[in-house]
Nanobody
Framework: EVQLQASGGGLVQPGGSLRLSCAVS????????MYWYRQTPGKERELVAY???????YYVDGVKGRFTISRDNIKSAHFLQMNSLKTEDTGVYFC??????????WGQGTQVTVSS
């Protein structure tokens, strides 16, 4: 069974940092892209970043230069380092992966609140 467990959210002041983690089990971790999404109040869930099997990355425009996605294939985990956080980064962050022919899998979400 594929499982994703997100952690690392919390309350932080504007300008602060958080590091999200997603522990993944039940698949050959190194073979799949890993994604971070977020859902903010009143908006649809949006893609924040992804990392490919060769370490190629993508970031949505609003987080470029502030967020860094990474992966550890030994630990079967991926991470989202978030720096210079803004109030508009507040939301629930979800990790996700997708396996062709089997569908997509989501973690349970971790709340990030950026507020003074």
């Amino acid at each position: 069974e594929v499982q994703l467990q997100a952690s690392g959210g919390g309350l932080v002041q504007p300008g602060g940092s958080l590091r999200l983690s997603c522990a993944v089990s039940g698949l050959t971790f190194s073979s799949y892209y890993m994604y971070w999404y977020r859902q903010t109040p009143g908006k649809e869930r949006e893609l924040v970043a992804y990392i490919g099997v060769r370490g190629n990355t993508y970031y949505v425009d609003g987080v470029k230069g502030r967020f860094t996605i990474s992966r550890d294939n030994i630990k079967s985990a991926h991470f989202l380092q978030m720096n210079s956080l803004k109030t508009e980064d507040t939301g629930v962050y979800f990790c996700r992966t997708q396996i062709g022919g089997r569908g997509e899998y989501w973690g349970q979400g971790t709340q990030v609140t950026v507020s003074s």
